[in-house]
């Protein structure tokens, strides 16, 4: 599990650029699935017979993209413009390394250094066009020949084991989930499965709503990393979730109410087999689950996540005891699926 997600964290994957991730993941699972294919939107749909058919139609669901940057203009001095892909805090970005298009060009974000700004520009948080990327270039004719408007741009990060346990990485959001469901795919399943590594989550939840139409299923697990925030510089019930604490049951979220009963048989499989859980003590945010929750007729959606901190930033930390404790509990929900 925790190579498997190291590995993951470490493949380029930004918004409709998942190209590299869903290669990744198609060779290890087509071994074991019946059916895989790809859709229009970009989506991964591996199918699974387990031990019985499925009397309740059942779909994990992950995604695969990350956030990210992309190429807008090249300044004559040989510097890229840019704008973000997905939700991403501008306090992040200064000084990172980043890897551009297909060709994976080394950069820098860039910005002006401080002894040439004003006390004035010193209060406040640069905007996006104060930033640049500096890929060398000695002016823009020479950028342009290496890079054009609508290159992707990854943030190059390492993962890296520290501390207690933890793994600090880029793109843990939501790579931990996609490990998960790897991992499962590869081990003998109760019931027939449908598996949805999503495309296009991080701007809009666009990959789940098809993926979830054209399989119809009648409850969905999504399977997400979620913001930590156990910060010292927080109050305490703002705090969202702890790393180290074990996986987060989601029951409600910025985009979808959970359903009620589901919430209850991952709460109570994870008491009965002694798993650590934990729900968020903050509210913001969504996931796939608001789109998948909505499609057709409506599916019952439920969801588990690891707590990461750091979240949608070039590196992200979380606890490995939680992600094996995710994919445990996971393992578990299926189980109990399979026997209603």
Not at 57 to 67: P, R
Not at 69 to 82: P, Q
Not at 187 to 210: K, N, Q, S, Y
Request: hydrophobic share 40%.
């Amino acid at each position: 599990m925790i190579d498997t997600l190291k590995t993951l964290c470490g493949l380029s994957g930004v918004s409709s650029r998942e190209d590299e991730v869903r290669d990744y993941i198609r060779r290890r699972v087509e071994p074991w699935a019946d059916s895989v294919r790809v859709d229009a939107l970009g989506n991964l749909i591996v199918f699974k017979r387990g031990a019985k058919p499925a009397g309740n139609k059942l779909m994990l669901c992950a995604h695969m993209d990350e956030v990210g940057l992309m190429v807008k203009s090249v300044t004559e001095e040989g510097c890229l413009k840019f704008g973000c892909v997905g939700g991403i805090d501008r306090r992040v970005l200064m000084g990172k390394r980043v890897s551009v298009g297909e060709k994976g060009i080394p950069g820098v974000i860039g910005l002006k250094a401080i002894h040439l700004t004003t006390a004035e520009e010193r209060k406040r948080v640069p905007k996006l066009t104060d930033l640049y990327i500096d890929i060398g270039a000695k002016d823009k004719a020479e950028a342009q020949a290496q890079v054009e408007p609508g290159d992707i741009c990854t943030f190059v990060s390492d993962a890296v084991e520290f501390g207690d346990g933890m793994l600090k990485a880029k793109a843990i959001d939501d790579r931990v989930g996609c490990a998960v469901m790897v991992k499962l795919l590869e081990e003998e399943l109760p019931m027939d499965c449908t598996f949805a590594f999503t495309a296009m989550e991080e701007v809009g939840t666009r990959g789940a709503f098809g993926a979830a139409f054209s399989v119809t299923p009648e409850t969905a697990l999504v399977l997400e990393g979620t913001t930590a925030a156990d910060i010292p510089a927080l109050e305490a019930d703002r705090q969202v979730c702890w790393p180290g604490k074990g996986p987060v049951l989601s029951w409600m979220d910025g985009g979808a109410i959970y359903d009620r009963e589901l919430f209850e048989v991952l709460r109570a499989l994870a008491r009965d087999n002694g798993l650590p859980w934990q729900m968020k003590h903050y509210l913001s945010g969504g996931t796939d689950a608001k789109a998948v929750q909505r499609t057709k007729a409506g599916v019952r959606v439920t969801g588990i996540s690891a707590a990461v901190r750091y979240l949608h930033a070039p590196s992200s930390v979380c606890s490995l005891n939680d992600a094996e404790q995710m994919l445990t509990l996971a393992r578990l929900f299926v189980r109990a699926m399979a026997e209603r």
